[in-house]
């Protein structure tokens, strides 16, 4: 019922500090969770706090190094952004918002995210993804 306040808070104290604190990162799988299970109507305000994450944090994002829990995992933070957004592009039903949010957080991994293999893995990853929308948008009988 709260989860748009939670949302602005959580984006708002990021976005104005341009970092992301401790305390913010404890709550990236909790997020990650959220965005996949039972706040999918919140995507597309939930996305842009992701690539806060990704923009802000980028060197603990890129090194996993916010899983301060004690609870071991075997998914890396880009991992689960890219399973995310895999889910939502493959999804027949989700809406132009989600999708034109997604394809934003795939821009701001290729941005934050692009040092060498790593950079190349996510290229790939997103080409992979952009393709069939690529082939969708530019097919006019599709439109009509």
């Known amino acids: 019922e709260y989860i748009d306040d939670i949302l602005y808070i959580i984006g708002s104290l990021q976005f104005k500090r341009k970092a992301i604190s401790q305390s ?3 709550l990236f799988p909790l997020l ?3 965005a996949t299970s ?3 109507d919140s995507l597309s305000d ?5 690539e806060n994450y990704i923009a802000y944090g980028n060197k603990t ?16 933070n880009i991992d689960r952004i890219m399973q995310l957004c895999t889910s939502i592009l493959k999804d027949k ?3 132009e918002i989600d999708v034109a949010r997604t394809m934003q957080l795939l821009e701001c991994m290729l941005e934050y995210c692009s040092r060498g293999t790593l950079g190349q893995r996510i290229l790939q990853q997103c080409i992979v993804l952009h393709v069939p929308w690529l082939q969708i948008s530019c097919n006019p009988s599709i439109h009509t």
């Open 38 to 40: 039972w706040a999918k």
């Open 24 to 26: 913010l990162w404890q």
């Open 61 to 76: 994002f890129l090194d996993n190094s916010n899983n301060k829990s004690g609870v071991p995992t075997n998914q890396r």
């Open 46 to 50: 939930i996305v842009p706090i992701f």
């Open 32 to 34: 990650f969770r959220a």
């Open 93 to 95: 039903t989700a809406n």
